[in-house]
């Protein structure tokens, strides 16, 4: 049974369509990114898995349960990720781990070593005490990863986490961060507007077009050579285009 199950699932704004008759699966454990051009729903497909409001038609899966009528069961499952670390500026790196697992519902008494752990983990061992502005924008999202890795989730939603960054360093968290939800065994799921990122970092490619409606969906290979790649690419990109696609 897939993990994440979205079924015919509608969901409109007032008279605005977000999400049209989606229909897809993602398995336990896999990684997978979904890729489709600004407005075409996948933050609201996100918000979806989240719990943080009901389809308008369709059933939402999370582990066989409903995320927005079992909102509290699903507090420390699925964890997020954005675009911006969204860390309070006024507490320390080590306090905006905690924040997190307090949210969780985590006993408090594991926070200090759980959060000091995921710090190291993720190369901030001695700033731990630094606040977001004595941090780079890069070891920001590095403590926002923290935050939501220290709550032991079964699921990752990363909404744009790596868009912000450089190339460079864009690069070596993305390979962090897939080891850690392959090492973690966790189901990860990665919004991207990068086709490269697309193709490097998941198993397996949904390609949304407006309004929300699955165009495709791609198995990347674990080695493909430049012309395959290539193919990739094109499939990706004929997906995203309202006109082409593979449907
Ligand atoms: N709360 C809301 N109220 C009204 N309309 C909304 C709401 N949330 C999203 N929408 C609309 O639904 C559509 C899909 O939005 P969504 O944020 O899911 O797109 P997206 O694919 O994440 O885009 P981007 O790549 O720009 O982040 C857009 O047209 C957006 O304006
Ligand atoms: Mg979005």
Same mark, same amino acid.
């Given at each position: 049974?897939?993990?994440?199950?979205?079924?015919?699932?509608?969901?409109?704004?007032?008279?605005?369509?977000?999400?049209?008759?989606?229909?897809?699966?993602?398995?336990?454990?896999?990684?997978?990114?979904?890729?489709?051009?600004?407005?075409?729903?996948?933050?609201?497909?996100?918000?979806?898995?989240?719990?943080?409001?009901?389809?308008?038609?369709?059933?939402?899966?999370?582990?066989?349960?409903?995320?927005?009528?079992?909102?509290?069961?699903?507090?420390?499952?699925?964890?997020?990720?954005?675009?911006? #670390?969204?860390?309070?500026?006024?507490?320390?790196?080590?306090?905006?781990?905690?924040?997190?697992?307090?949210? #969780?519902?985590?006993?408090?008494?594991?926070?200090?070593?759980?959060?000091?752990?995921?710090?190291?983990?993720?190369?901030?061992?001695?700033?731990?005490?630094?606040?977001?502005?004595?941090?780079?924008?890069?070891?920001?999202?590095?403590?926002? *990863?923290?935050?939501?890795?220290?709550?032991?989730?079964?699921?990752?939603?990363?909404?744009?986490?790596?868009? #912000? *960054?450089?190339?460079?360093?864009?690069?070596?968290?993305?390979?962090?961060?897939?080891?850690?939800?392959?090492?973690?065994?966790?189901?990860?799921?990665?919004?991207?507007?990068?086709?490269?990122?697309?193709?490097?970092?998941?198993?397996?490619? *949904?390609?949304?077009?407006?309004?929300?409606?699955?165009?495709?969906?791609?198995? !990347?290979?674990?080695?493909?050579?430049?012309?395959?790649?290539?193919?990739?690419?094109?499939? !990706?990109?004929?997906?995203?285009?309202?006109?082409?696609?593979?449907?």
């Amino acid at each position: 049974m897939p993990v994440i199950e979205f079924t015919g699932v509608e969901k409109a704004f007032v008279d605005h369509r977000a999400v049209h008759d989606l229909t897809f699966g993602i398995e336990e454990g896999e990684l997978v990114s979904v890729v489709g051009v600004t407005g075409c729903g996948k933050s609201t497909t996100f918000n979806l898995i989240l719990g943080l409001f009901p389809p308008s038609e369709g059933t939402v899966r999370v582990a066989g349960h409903d995320p927005y009528a079992e909102f509290d069961w699903f507090r420390r499952r699925v964890a997020v990720v954005f675009q911006d #670390a969204r860390l309070l500026p006024w507490r320390t790196a080590l306090q905006n781990v905690c924040i997190g697992m307090r949210f #969780a519902g985590i006993p408090k008494d594991q926070w200090q070593d759980r959060a000091r752990d995921w710090l190291a983990r993720l190369g901030l061992a001695g700033r731990e005490n630094a606040y977001p502005h004595q941090l780079s924008g890069g070891q920001r999202q590095r403590v926002s *990863l923290a935050r939501a890795f220290s709550v032991d989730p079964e699921i990752i939603l990363c909404d744009e986490s790596f868009s #912000a *960054l450089d190339e460079i360093t864009a690069q070596g968290l993305r390979r962090e961060f897939v080891d850690l939800v392959r090492e973690g065994g966790k189901t990860g799921v990665v919004i991207t507007h990068s086709l490269a990122e697309a193709l490097t970092l998941g198993s397996r490619i *949904l390609v949304l077009r407006p309004p929300g409606h699955l165009a495709d969906d791609i198995a !990347v290979p674990s080695d493909p050579d430049p012309a395959a790649l290539e193919a990739l690419r094109a499939r !990706v990109l004929a997906g995203m285009t309202p006109e082409g696609g593979a449907e």
